[in-house]
């Protein structure tokens, strides 16, 4: 397998409003991060995704950009964006910038244009459509809920928006749409990033003449003909030639609805694409019969055959990428694991194991090398993120879902999870602003906080250093082989990696049950190279008692 700066680096994802506020208007900003760089370079982390800080009037918190070449007032100044980037390459340090290019916000000069008349210039840059027996032009739902349409009086028609009525969707079959994207990407090249993620990029090329999608059981709108496109590959092929093969980057394309197959074409190993992509089959196990609003819980079953597919699927031909949280998605804790504070640290230790030894470029969500938690949302009005209040009005009020319900699912799944201020320290707001934070802060703060975990050797915080120093010498970790093992355990995920002699032997403990295992042969000799309970250099039992989360990694070179 090739080697490569991207496989060998672990990702850190800033949300960048909850991550700092360096003014106290509560919202966090670029000279917060600035600040905290320190922090991330003690934590050992070698590429920061930032999520999107340009101008934008803030309907889905920056995911509607009014202008790809600004930042936003409240995030700072390109003086304060280009001293950042200075102090991330002055540690060693690297930027990903997020790509939203499905859509635009609705302020963005080329829609104001395109909204303008039938005959602008910009018309095409975005899929206007004539309704249909007085409806909208398509059965296609939005992703916040309601129609993907919206109805322009300026000039009788509706435009498309895959995600909120101010993100109109960017036609990419128009050549101008992609040269205009294109040369944005360059500006920033050219500036000195050091990559991109790219925003539902297997959105972007619709299916030709807009047909109806299908409808799932229980949803109450089409699902929209976009995910993986016709043109998809043929775009970004032209992207990777006009930008992407001119620079050293990584590029990592947020792929909802990506197949094994598909994957492989857009992180083909010949670099002709992308150089990773982000599946979402794990985070989708637990949906139910309304999609992510359920209470159902995550399986080991399920979700130690979702990732051993990918990861023996993907092998020589693509490269994964490894996550179990980012900014729309519950804590990971939370979700995958345990988050009563008797089992919370070690059990936020052993997912890291468990996902850290797989075979990808592993990614961490702020907060997430805390162990921070789902927060408790009590009332609709604490809640901020779009995606969830506009369910909560679509579901109860068309008396799908019992109010009290929905509140609960929202607890259990909703993105505002992930998006209360990172827990610095045990003061006031949780050390993230000195002013009132845009979102409530989790109430835990005075016991998971960054501050107490530095000093505590024992921490979640320092066992991630100890697995990102361990990546940086340990081939086997970045290129091995991956193996499952006990694919019918009821408790347990067990995997081998294999790199030439080296060889590791990955067991994780994903109950609060006492396990046994018999170690198996080969792996007699080895020794404990990260284990969240036991001490490394040590060798272990030939059947081993593993305590509720415990996860043990033994290595062995063989002969
Ligand atoms: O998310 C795309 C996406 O697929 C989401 O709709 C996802 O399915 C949902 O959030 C899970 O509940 C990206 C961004 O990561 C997200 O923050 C944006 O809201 C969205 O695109 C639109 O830009």
Redesign the pocket.
Known sequence: MERAWWKEAIVYEIYPRSFMDSDGDGVGDLRGIISRLDYLKELGIDVIWL?PVYQSPND??G??ISDYQAIMKEFGTMEDFDEMLEGIHARGMRLVMDL?V??TSDEHAWFVESRSSKTNPYRDYYFWREGKDGREPNNWGS??SGSAWKYDETTDMYFLHV??KK?PDLNWDNPKVREDVFSMMNWWCEKGIDGFRM??IS?ISKEEGLPDGPKFPGALHGFPRCVNGPHVHEYLQEMNREVLSKYDLMTVG?C?GVTIEEAKKYARADGKELSMVFQ?EHVGLDDGKFG?WTDRRMELKGFREVMSKWQTELEGKAWNSLFLG????PRSISRFGNDDPRYREVCAKMLATCIHMMQGTPYLYQGEELGMTNCPFETLEELRD??SINAFHELTESGKIDPEDMMRYINL?G?DNARTPMQWDDSANAGFTTGTPWIKVNPNYTKINAMAQQKDPNSVFHYYQKLHRLRKEEDVIVYGKYQLLEPESESLYVYTRTLEKDKLLVICNFTDQEVSYRIPEEFSNGRILIGNLREEGTSAEETVQLKPYEAIVLKVVQE
């Open positions: 999520a889905d918190n995911y509607d939203v499905n859509h992703c916040f995600f909120s993100q925003d539902v959105f947020e909802s979402f992510k980012n900014h729309d998605q779009i995606e799944r993105r």
